[in-house]
C-alpha cells in the first residue's frame, strides 16, 4: 500500500479480554516496529522484526504482550487479559531495511482504551 | 539506554515569526542519527528533518533547520516563518548507529501557531 496501515483506528474493551492489533506495512518494507504511546508520552520501543523473525523484543512489558509477522509483511500485536494499564495509541511503523539510516514511516495508530 | 530529553512540554510562536525547539540526548555511541518527527492530531508520525551525527553541517528542509552540537549533546529545532499547520507535537528521536534497531523519543513539545 501507499502507507502504513492501522487497523483498528479505535479498541474500547474490558478489563481481562483479548485484543488484536493489526498492521499492514509499506510494501517492500522488511523491517517492522511496535511502539506504545501513552497520553503525553513520546513513543516507547515494544518490539523490532526483520522479516519474519523478532529481532528485538526487549520492549514488551511482559507475557501478555506478543506480536506475530508469519510472512514478513502484515504483523499483529496481542495483549492477553488486558489492563487498564494497557490503554494507550499503538503506533506501528515500517522501514525499507535493518540497520538503516533513514527514517521510519508510520500508521496512524490504534487507541486501545480498557474500561 | 539512551534518552532523549525535551525540556519545553509547550511552545507558542506568532505566525511568520520563529521558534526554536530544544532536545538534548545522551550518548556513549559516535556514530548515530537524529530526527524530528511532526505528530498532528491525526497522530501520523511524519519526519521533518534528520541529522548524521557524522556531518559537522546542519541540516536544512525548506523552513526547518537544525542545531546540531554534538559535543553538547544539543540538537534543536528552527521553524522559520511559522505557518498554522506548523501546529502539532513535535518529538525529537534518536537511533543508534550499531544499535540501530531502537528509535529513542522525547517526550514531545507542544506547539501552538497563533494567527
Known amino acids: 500500500g501507499a502507507g502504513v496501515s492501522q487497523t483498528p483506528s479505535n479498541k474500547v474493551t474490558e478489563k481481562g479480554k483479548y485484543v488484536e492489533l493489526r498492521c499492514d506495512p509499506i510494501?517492500?518494507?522488511?523491517?517492522l516496529y511496535w511502539y506504545r504511546q501513552s497520553l503525553g508520552q513520546g513513543p516507547e520501543f515494544l518490539i523490532y522484526f526483520q522479516g519474519t523473525g523478532a529481532a528485538d523484543d526487549s520492549g514488551l512489558p511482559n507475557d501478555r504482550f506478543f506480536a506475530v509477522r508469519p510472512e514478513g509483511s502484515v504483523s499483529t500485536l496481542k495483549i492477553q487479559r488486558t489492563e487498564r494499564g494497557d490503554s494507550a495509541v499503538y503506533l506501528c511503523a515500517s522501514s525499507p531495511q535493518s540497520q538503516a539510516t533513514g527514517e521510519l514511516f508510520f500508521g496512524e495508530g490504534s487507541r486501545l482504551t480498557v474500561l | 539506554a539512551q534518552t532523549v530529553t525535551q525540556s519545553q512540554p509547550e511552545m507558542s510562536v506568532q505566525e511568520a515569526e520563529t521558534v526554536t525547539l530544544s532536545c538534548t540526548y545522551d550518548t556513549s555511541e559516535s556514530d548515530y542519527y537524529l530526527f524530528w518527527y511532526k505528530q498532528p492530531p491525526s497522530r501520523q508520525m511524519i519526519l521533518v528533518i534528520r541529522?548524521?551525527?557524522?556531518?559537522?553541517q546542519n541540516a536544512t528542509e525548506n523552513r526547518f533547520s537544525v542545531n546540531f552540537q554534538k559535543a553538547a549533546k544539543s540538537f534543536s529545532l528552527k521553524i522559520s516563518d511559522s505557518q498554522l499547520g506548523d501546529a502539532a507535537m513535535y518529538f525529537c528521536?534518536?537511533?543508534?548507529?550499531?544499535?540501530?534497531?531502537?528509535?529513542?523519543f522525547g517526550t514531545g513539545t507542544s506547539l501552538t501557531v497563533i494567527p
Open positions: 510494501s517492500g518494507h522488511t523491517a
Open positions: 528521536a534518536y537511533r543508534g548507529g550499531w544499535t540501530g534497531n531502537q528509535f529513542y
Open positions: 541529522q548524521e551525527a557524522y556531518k559537522q
